[in-house]
């Protein structure tokens, strides 16, 4: 479900204009949705609901085509992301290890609230993952594309330091 993060904002003349460069782009490439969202989101830092709306008005196709494409990839989001995007395994193996008390501890560590899991200086984002495909470390964490393993709840701090 979308919240109000971009729903509620009106999109900048400049957005829109950089938008509508990215679709142009791809103007020669068939079915170039998830290339465009990719680019879309790396220019913005996430989809919410008014550049998806923008996106399906430009490109001519129902928003709900766009919304089940970002809702289906894990890539994309329609929240905000921090610079650092951590992601908590809590696949089976990290949770019987704790991992719950990891995404516990850096949520408070982090001053997050259910409502918002980026700080507010943007440095840092928290998610869960499922599985992150690295059992025999559990539990695992991870940051951007680093990943750590047999964390304790006591390494969060010089963790965290290497991306301060």
């Known amino acids: 479900m979308l919240k109000c993060s971009g729903k509620c904002e009106v999109l900048a003349e400049d957005a829109k204009q950089k938008i509508r460069e990215i679709i142009e782009s791809f103007k020669d490439v068939k079915d170039p949705l998830i290339e465009i969202l990719h680019k879309v989101q790396d220019y913005y830092g996430f989809l919410p609901y008014n550049v998806q ?3 399906a008005d430009e490109m001519n196709i129902p928003l709900s085509d766009i919304y089940g494409v970002v809702t289906f ?3 994309f989001t329609t929240e905000p992301v921090g ?10 193996a990290c949770y019987v290890k704790s991992s719950q008390a990891l ?3 850096l949520k408070q560590k982090l001053k997050l609230t259910d409502d918002c899991m ?6 840092f984002s928290l ?3 499922r599985c992150v495909g690295a059992c025999g470390l559990a539990p695992v964490i991870m940051i951007n594309n680093d990943v750590y ?3 304790t709840p006591a390494m969060l701090d010089d963790i965290l330091a290497k991306y301060e």
């Open 149 to 151: 393993g047999k964390v």
């Open 83 to 92: 610079k650092n995007r951590i992601s908590v395994c809590l696949g089976t």
């Open 73 to 75: 990839y894990a890539r």
């Open 103 to 105: 995404y516990d501890a």
């Open 127 to 129: 998610d869960s993952a």
């Open 53 to 55: 709306a923008f996106i």
């Open 118 to 123: 980026v700080t507010p200086d943007k440095k």
